[in-house]
């Protein structure tokens, strides 16, 4: 299966942590992304983790993979506004002699100021 | 380039219209997506291109959607004669076609069928 999902709405004050989770089912991904869309735009990747890593910090984001139960998570530490988006996972898996790519629906994360 | 771009950036037509939407991938990237997102949803897979090639087409969603890469550049996603539901923002996304995928997205083409 590639089915990756997302709880599609977070909303958090400006200054605490965020923490968007993802979880997806095939066991033969080999990289997991966060993409950040702002309204009106494209996708921005946000950072990404190997398979085989748990754990993966830059500056305020820190992403956790919890391999065995197939769980993603994205923490952005001390939110601010501008971080108001939709954030979305994504798994990759060697497919048809290329790297296809799944991504989850989006989760929009609302700041309050 | 210095990104990927996409053209036109909203096209509104009428329904039973063929419509053209082009994308010019970042210079040397091999690989090139298609997606289509509707309103509040998610990236629906279209086509990928490796090169010139299209090895995995299996995201278009009827005969009246097409797509083509010429010279490792320029792609064009073509839907003929148009329908309402087709309305969605068309994504193009490029990467270098190796084994850490990073694509890199254009901002989309705003398609509004009437």
């Known amino acids: 299966g590639e089915d990756v999902e997302q709880s599609l709405f977070l909303s958090v004050r400006e200054g605490d942590s965020s923490v968007i989770n993802c979880t997806y089912t095939?066991?033969?991904?080999?990289?997991l992304y966060w993409y950040k869309q702002e309204p009106g735009a494209g996708l921005q990747l946000l950072t990404y983790i190997f398979s085989n890593m748990d754990m993966k910090q830059d500056q305020r984001l820190t992403v956790l993979l919890n391999k065995k139960d197939k769980h993603l998570s994205l923490r952005i530490a001390d939110t601010q506004t501008g971080d108001s988006a939709i954030y979305f996972c994504?798994?990759?898996?060697?497919?048809?002699?290329?790297?296809?790519?799944?991504f989850g629906t989006g989760t929009k994360l609302q700041v309050i100021p | 380039g210095a990104g990927v771009s996409q053209s036109p950036s909203n096209k509104v037509t009428e329904k039973g219209k063929d419509v053209e939407l082009r994308c010019d991938p970042i210079s040397g990237h091999t690989a090139l997506y298609w997606y289509r997102q509707r309103l509040g949803q998610g990236l629906e897979f279209l086509i990928y291109f490796q090169g010139n090639s299209a090895p995995d087409k299996s995201g278009l969603p009827s005969d009246r959607f097409s797509a083509e890469r010429t010279g490792e550049s320029v792609s064009t996603l073509t839907i003929q004669r148009t329908q309402q539901e087709d309305s969605a923002v068309y994504l193009c996304?490029?990467?270098?076609?190796?084994?850490?995928?990073?694509?890199?997205f254009g901002p989309g083409t705003r398609l509004l069928v009437l």
């Open positions: 095939d066991s033969s991904s080999t990289y």
């Open positions: 996304a490029s990467s270098l076609g190796g084994s850490q995928e990073t694509q890199y």
């Open positions: 994504a798994e990759s898996r060697r497919s048809g002699g290329y790297q296809k790519v799944t």
